[in-house]
């Protein structure tokens, strides 16, 4: 059974920071390239980052290129999102996603096949 469990959100002031994790299991992780992506109240999921399966290529979005770094380590079956400067505006569920079994990056959602539950980020004034 695959299974994919976010951890690490929470409420943070401006200017904060928060790490997020991804535990996954029941998959050949390091066959899988990796996201991240968010989903606040009333708008639709939309993508935050992506890791290749080497770890060799990485994609931001605009709105958090130069404060979020994603990173992985195949040897804990695990992705992250550091997560820096933060803003009210990144306030979301964010969701840990494993794409389809190739090397190259993804960014959009229908290009992943399995869905973690999600993690809440809240910032505050």
């Excluded at 904060?16 to 066959?31: H, I, K, M, V, W």
């Amino acid at each position: 059974q695959v299974q994919l469990v976010e951890s690490g959100g929470g409420l943070v002031q401006a200017g904060g920071s928060l790490r997020l994790s991804c535990a996954a299991s029941g998959l050949t992780f390091n066959r899988r390239p990796m996201g991240w992506f968010h989903q606040a109240p009333g708008n639709e999921r939309e993508f935050v980052g992506a890791i290749s399966w080497s770890g060799g290529s990485t994609e931001l979005a605009d709105s958090v290129k130069g404060r979020f770094t994603i990173s992985r380590d195949n040897a804990k079956n695990t992705v992250y999102l550091q997560m820096n400067s933060l803003k009210p505006e990144d306030t979301a569920v964010y969701y840990c996603a494993a794409g389809r079994t190739w090397d190259g990056i993804a960014t959009t959602a229908h290009q992943y096949d399995y869905w973690g539950q999600g993690t809440q980020v809240t910032v505050s004034l």
